[in-house]
């Protein structure tokens, strides 16, 4: 099994501009079931994407691809004509809290928002929208998710990833790809990997992931990477503490980081003495997370967690 994404994923590509478009071919080519895209000014037009099978993907696939991508002026639309349950948006960042609320209001499941830099009251209200719509968004500001071998979705290189029994939970999308790998290299397939995006109003938490990996029956252990800003990380222990019955392995980056300065990420800031990488190292020592000291132990953190 999996979590949020797999075999029977639709997905739909929400802005076709350069970015969207280079990844959407990486996502059919990986094997993700692609089935529109949106973009108003391009609706009635088909976009083709052809080339060569990513074969770190979905498996028993022919060695190529050719597909005719149907453009709809919006997500209802499109969902009408598809039957997605999914999209992925590329939208800039002034439109894409209200692309966000336009995929929830036509009923699509699985939001996930790569788009940087959106303003922070457009995510308030984007979230308060939510709240009331059985939706899960994954983002903004993250590399997306994936499930390997079944589904992709994001911008991630599918070819590090392969099938096993962790899960991957992260703010940062490059140690998410450097996890991963490690992960890979210790012979610690993964059911799904998802970044959570480093921005200080997301769709989906730590303790949201947690939760969804300790009822998935495959997932054995989770990786959990955080860094300074924000107490999620300190949750997402005490929920550890308390719920999981599954070893986690953690990582915190910005152990250096200097008070009040932002490192990367727009929730990456410390503020009255909140949120510092100490305050969560501490809190993932007393739930008993197996703590990885520099990003280069990460896999052998979860390796230790597990008793490998």
């Known amino acids: ?38 973009h108003p000014r391009r609706a009635g037009e088909t ?15 022919e060695n190529s691809f050719s597909v005719d991508l149907p453009i709809f002026s919006g997500v209802a639309e499109a969902v009408d004509a598809t ?10 960042p002034p439109a894409a809290a209200d692309s966000i609320m336009e995929a929830a209001e036509a009923g699509v499941e699985l939001i996930v928002c790569i788009t940087e830099g959106i303003p922070v009251n457009d995510m308030v209200e984007a979230k308060r929208y939510l709240e009331s719509r059985p939706v899960r968004l994954i983002g903004p500001n993250c590399p997306g998710v994936i499930t390997p071998g ?18 991957v939970i992260s703010r940062s999308g490059t140690l998410t790809y450097e996890a991963v790998y490690q992960l890979t290299n210790l012979g610690l397939g993964q059911t799904t990997a998802l970044g959570i995006g480093g921005d200080p109003v997301n769709g989906t938490s730590f303790v949201d992931a947690l939760e969804l990996f300790e ?12 860094e300074i800003g924000g107490p ?39 503020s009255g003495g909140q949120g510092t990488a100490q305050s969560k190292i501490e809190a993932f020592r007393r ?20 008793g490998r």
């Open 150 to 167: 079944e589904c992709k979705i994001g911008i991630m290189p599918g070819y590090i990833h392969t099938r096993g029994k962790v899960g």
């Open 232 to 270: 999620a990380e300190e949750e997402a222990a005490d929920y550890v503490r308390s719920h999981m019955t599954k070893p986690v392995a953690g990582f915190i980056a910005g152990l250096t980081a200097p008070p009040g300065k932002r490192m990367g990420h727009a929730g990456a800031i410390i």
């Open 287 to 306: 739930a008993g997370i197996e703590i990885a000291a520099t990003p280069s132990e990460m896999g052998s953190a979860m390796a230790a967690a597990l």
């Open 1 to 38: 099994m999996s979590i949020l994404c797999g075999r029977d994923t639709r997905l739909l590509i929400q802005g076709l501009g350069r970015a969207g478009r280079f990844h959407a071919g990486q996502i059919i080519a990986y094997g993700t079931e692609v089935v529109g895209g949106v």
């Open 47 to 61: 976009e083709q994407f052809s080339g060569e099978t990513d074969h770190s993907g979905v498996q028993g696939r």
């Open 215 to 226: 009822a998935d029956p495959a997932t054995e252990g989770v990786l959990m990477i955080g």
């Open 83 to 92: 039957g997605a349950n999914a999209s992925l948006i590329f939208v800039p």
